[in-house]
């Protein structure tokens, strides 16, 4: 198939390669060359706009920061609508509102054009191995053509249902993920204050009822005060907001979740905006005593 790809950072350009390593003919847009060229270097074809991208491809890809950038990808001047033929399927994979998702399906479909809200987790190693988990909101028609992209870039897919239930099903991932990492952080922040080895930690607590992938993936970033980011520490924060705003009209109060979210506030308020999430140890240190007890 042809695929583009538009949106070449953590996320989006290891997709871009397993697409190209799973045989497809890929199109990428980027706004940063650096981001292009590796990728056309690898046998990918660069083009100067979404349009240009929807026009020569089957399949988009969008791997976006938040709602207005997909907004303005997919339906602005230059956007993937405006370049589409009937039949294209847009496939965007970024974190955005449930409604935002559901009014670009209502666009795309006046033109032809099938829309699928379809975020993924699994961070960049998920991204890098192409075993993400995806989360599909969109017709089952469009769903089904999807599946051959989907098989290049994740291991998990599950359709959700209709339109914008993919990014509810992603903002469900977002709380239960955050809320684990800061027991993750909590846990392990009072494990290096008591002088346990850290080593011995993992491998305790790893093997018993209270593993998880954070513990696993981000535990040792947080014991080396690893702080590079797989998925930073201001798009979990627009993630959660998403989340806040869409309990608020079902009724549900996330209280943990908002903990967590005013952690996170403290490390951006020190510039630690691009950090990793697992940053958010950084918070609970800083509330933490002086150093080990006896």
């Known amino acids: 198939m042809r695929v583009g790809v538009i949106g070449l950072g953590i996320m989006g350009a290891p997709m871009a390669r397993n697409l190209l390593r799973a045989g497809h003919e890929v199109v990428v847009h980027g706004r940063r060359r650096a981001r292009v060229d590796p990728l056309v270097a690898l046998g990918a074809r660069a083009a100067d706009t979404p349009a240009a991208v929807a026009a020569a491809t089957e ?22 609508l405006a370049g589409a033929t009937r039949g294209l399927v847009v496939i965007d994979t970024s974190t955005i509102a449930p409604d935002t998702a559901r009014t670009l399906a209502a666009r795309s479909a006046e ?42 870039i994740g291991r998990t897919v599950t359709h959700m249902g209709p339109a914008g239930q993919g990014q509810m099903t992603k903002l469900v991932n977002q709380v239960i993920g955050v809320t684990t990492l800061a027991a993750v952080a909590e846990g392990l922040t009072l494990a290096a204050h008591a002088g346990l080895d850290p080593e011995a930690v993992l491998a305790a607590v790893g093997s018993g009822a209270a593993t998880s992938w954070q ?22 924060q627009k993630d959660l907001r998403l989340a806040f705003a869409a309990a608020a009209r079902v009724g549900v109060a996330l209280p943990a979740t908002a903990v967590v979210h005013q952690l996170l506030a403290s490390v951006e308020a ?11 140890a950084q918070a609970l240190e800083e509330l933490a005593g002086s150093g080990p007890q006896p």
């Open 270 to 280: 020190r510039g630690g905006g691009a950090l990793g999430t697992q940053a958010i």
């Open 215 to 236: 513990l696993q993936n981000l535990g040792p970033r947080i014991q080396r005060g690893d702080w590079a980011p797989g998925f930073m520490v201001r798009l979990q």
């Open 59 to 80: 399949s988009v890809v969008t791997c976006l920061p938040d709602g207005p950038d997909v907004e303005l990808v997919v339906t602005g001047p230059d956007g993937v």
């Open 111 to 152: 033109v032809g054009v099938g829309f699928l809200d379809a975020p993924v987790s699994g961070g960049e190693q998920g991204a890098i191995a192409g075993t993400l988990s995806i989360m599909a909101g969109g017709e089952p028609d469009v769903f089904a053509r999807a599946q051959s992209v989907f098989a290049a």
